[in-house]
């Protein structure tokens, strides 16, 4: 998905790009809380009976649904920023925080959106200059990167 | 000055690797599908080879070709290869191709975890299979593993016990997988009430398997202490109780079987709409349905146990209880007929298999509803009447439904259509000779014949020679599904649109995409839309 932040006043402009994540912290929170009491309450329930075996496995799999949840919410949590200032493109990457950073001169940037010679394969849109490339939106459908590409174009001049 | 280039890439990371070694290491979801899918079907050959040995024996009274022990042995792994390695793995196929395409997302939300879950079944198959070959042959207790009987089983015990636990951790790697993907990765507009049943059908399969795991784990766990740490969790000479292991068993083995059913009425609800031309009726009563048929079978378990000796009260309690299952499963049923009603229907070989699920299914449950009633069920209890009955919910059910969707859904994945009179051949021969082999089998069970046994009366002959005759063609029938299947992974056929069926787009995301699906696929330009 793309969030323009534009300035109707000129540069920087700031393009934020995310995967899709239809699930918050809060639903994933009530999921794992639902399932919690589930599970332990059905291994707790056998436990009482005598087979408390089940109990471990059903601790097991619940810390196993939460890592699962994680995992897919931090990767939702994946953000590229792109900002365009009067002489520069930044492009930031990373989840939390920019853990990977790239810049080009705004003059010398180029946009280049390349289909794929094998087919089933995606469109890529890169940036870069100078013979170094910066893939983005690796995550964005095939509209959604033309749009940007066309945009980017647009705000590089 | 900044350009856009409009270039032919010439990266080819992205792509499936060449060789064998691409389906060892991938990751896409397409490509885990058709592996389930494939396993599947050479487990459904070998299981069903155990069955044509067991129906070979049965052929007439007397004992012909395998001694008791062994034919105990084949009941048993028949039983565990066709649950755990061919209908639980064929709708996890379907889940692996279609739920990612159906909500409109790139791939499953744990690609890495999706390629593990498949590839500890290869293993877990093979160390099952190799327990027949073990110092004292295979376990001979039944699926269902009771002690003290399960005790007695030689070196295979240990190692079936870890198959269990391979085959369940596979499963539940797998759940955990679509319950993230699902609730993670729709697409923007697709809100929970816009996804398609096999989709909810599929999520609320995944909740029920996450749910009832760790007890059969755990109860396996425990034999296995019994056994050789010397614990008396069903020993009563240890102040143990071997019904304590029924209780565990069947806590998950009720949900097992819905685990096992409702993919398939998620395949039906999708089938049967196309080929009726008209929207699904009454979708959210389907969900709120199965919803309540997934409560339901977590409180019913003890009908499995009623001649075990339980308080009357505990045998009407799990009586009534289990009768009200009948009610969600007659809302689909009715939402079915509905679907049909007054539509513009045809009858391509999906719709034939969906319509052979409906009969087969329906006539299963009514068995259920005589079962349910505890005084009836101590003349049906382990009689043949029980395994005519739950032939009727799996093979007429389950494995109708998996037909149904792999008709319905294979010239999407292959991009060519399928030999039509060759998939009606299939569907009739099958059809009418697994009525062949199981409509008898209700006889027998009346009349008094006990199950998993080598021999039986002079009196049950007739049937049982009938029954086996419909075995050995239904057995010979599949293997010309998997030479349909063939001939369209080789191309041999009419090549066909995104589409596929008529008006198929208004029934599913996936419909809109190229047939074959693109290796990555992505939708544009689709609206996702409120449901009438």
């Known amino acids: 998905m793309v969030d323009w932040q534009k300035s109707n006043t000129g540069f920087p402009q700031t393009i934020v790009l995310r995967p899709n994540g239809s699930l918050t912290i809060g639903q994933a929170a009530g999921l794992i809380g639902l399932m919690a009491?589930?599970?332990i309450g059905i291994g707790t329930g056998f436990a009482l009976m005598g087979a408390w075996l089940v109990l471990p496995f059903s601790g097991a799999e619940l810390l196993l649904l939460i890592w699962a949840l994680g995992c897919s919410m931090r990767n939702s949590g994946y953000r590229e920023v792109i900002t365009i200032s009067d002489d520069k493109i930044k492009i930031e990457r990373g989840i939390s925080y920019p853990q990977q950073r790239y810049e080009f001169f705004r003059a010398w940037a180029r946009i280049q959106l390349s289909h794929p010679s094998v087919h089933g394969h995606l469109a890529r849109l890169q940036v870069g200059s100078h013979g170094k490339?910066?893939?983005i939106g690796a995550f964005l459908n095939e509209e959604e990167k033309q749009v940007l590409a066309k945009e980017l174009q647009k705000l590089l001049g | 000055m900044a350009t856009v280039a409009d270039t032919h890439d010439t990266h080819h990371e992205h792509g499936p690797a060449k060789g064998w070694l691409r389906w060892v290491t991938t990751t896409n979801h397409k490509d885990i599908g058709t592996l389930y899918l494939t396993f599947a079907f050479v487990m459904f050959i070998v299981g069903g080879a155990m069955a044509l040995i067991i129906r070979a024996e049965l052929f007439e009274p007397?004992?012909?070709?395998?001694?008791p022990h062994f034919f105990n042995q084949m009941t048993t792994l028949h039983a565990l290869i066709m649950v755990f390695g061919a209908v639980m793995p064929a709708f996890a196929g379907f889940a692996n191709w279609m739920i990612p395409m159906m909500i409109g997302a790139p791939d499953m939300a744990l690609p890495r975890l999706n390629n593990w879950s498949f590839w500890l079944l290869p293993f877990a198959a093979a160390l099952l299979v190799a327990t027949l070959f073990m110092e004292g042959g295979a376990a001979a207790s039944g699926w269902t593993l009771y002690p003290p009987l399960v005790l007695q089983t030689g070196d295979a015990l240990p190692f079936t016990i870890f198959t269990v636990h391979i085959l369940g951790m596979s499963s539940i790697l797998a759940a955990i997988n679509i319950i993230v993907t699902i609730f993670n990765m729709r697409a923007p507009g697709m809100t929970m009430m816009r996804m398609p049943m096999f989709c909810w059908t599929w999520l609320v399969t995944a909740f029920l398997l996450i749910l009832v795991m760790p007890v059969f784990a755990g109860a396996v766990t425990m034999l296995l202490t019994d056994k050789f740490f010397d614990t008396s969790f069903f020993?009563?000479?240890?102040?143990?109780?071997?019904?304590?292991?029924?209780h565990l068993f069947w806590f998950f083995g009720h949900p097992e079987v819905y685990i096992i059913i409702l993919p398939a009425f998620g395949i039906i609800s999708a089938v049967i709409p196309t080929f009726s031309r008209k929207k699904l009726f009454g979708h959210n009563s389907m969900v709120y349905a199965t919803c309540v048929i997934a409560f339901l079978s977590f409180i019913v378990w003890a009908h499995h146990q009623f001649t075990v000796g339980m308080p009357v009260p505990a045998e009407l309690y799990f009586m009534y209880a289990t009768?009200?299952?009948?009610?969600?499963?007659?809302?689909k049923v009715f939402n079915w007929?509905?679907?049909?009603?007054?539509?513009?229907?045809t009858f391509e070989t999906p719709m034939l298999n969906a319509l052979g699920f409906l009969v087969l299914f329906v006539l299963g449950g009514f068995t259920g509803i005589m079962m349910s009633q505890a005084p009836a069920d101590f003349q049906y209890h382990d009689s043949y009447f029980i395994v005519a009955h739950f032939h009727y919910v799996l093979v007429g059910g389950a494995v109708f439904g998996i037909f149904a969707g792999l008709f319905y859904w294979l010239p999407k994945w292959t991009g060519v259509m399928y030999d039509?009179?060759?998939g009606k051949l299939h569907f009739w021969l099958s059809f009418i000779s697994m009525n062949v082999l199981f409509m008898p089998q209700h006889f027998v069970g009346l009349a008094g014949m006990p199950r998993r046994i080598p021999d039986y009366a002079v009196q049950f002959t007739e049937f049982n020679a009938l029954s086996s005759v419909g075995a050995f063609i239904f057995g010979v029938t599949q293997l010309l599904l998997?030479?349909?299947v063939w001939k369209a992974i080789r191309g041999e056929g009419e090549k066909v649109d995104g589409e596929v069926w008529e008006g198929a787009k208004d029934h599913g995301l996936e419909w809109n995409l190229a047939s074959p699906p693109p290796y990555h696929h992505s939708f544009e330009g689709i609206e996702i839309k409120e449901r009438d």
């Open chain 2, 337 to 345: 007929l509905a679907t049909m009603w007054k539509g513009s229907m």
């Open chain 2, 482 to 484: 998997g030479y349909i």
């Open chain 2, 420 to 422: 039509e009179k060759l």
């Open chain 1, 133 to 135: 490339q910066v893939e």
């Open chain 1, 37 to 39: 009491v589930l599970m």
């Open chain 2, 62 to 67: 007397g004992l012909q070709f395998v001694d």
């Open chain 2, 235 to 246: 020993n009563p000479a240890g102040g143990g109780d071997p019904v304590l292991y029924q």
């Open chain 2, 323 to 331: 009768m009200l299952i009948a009610v969600p499963t007659g809302v």
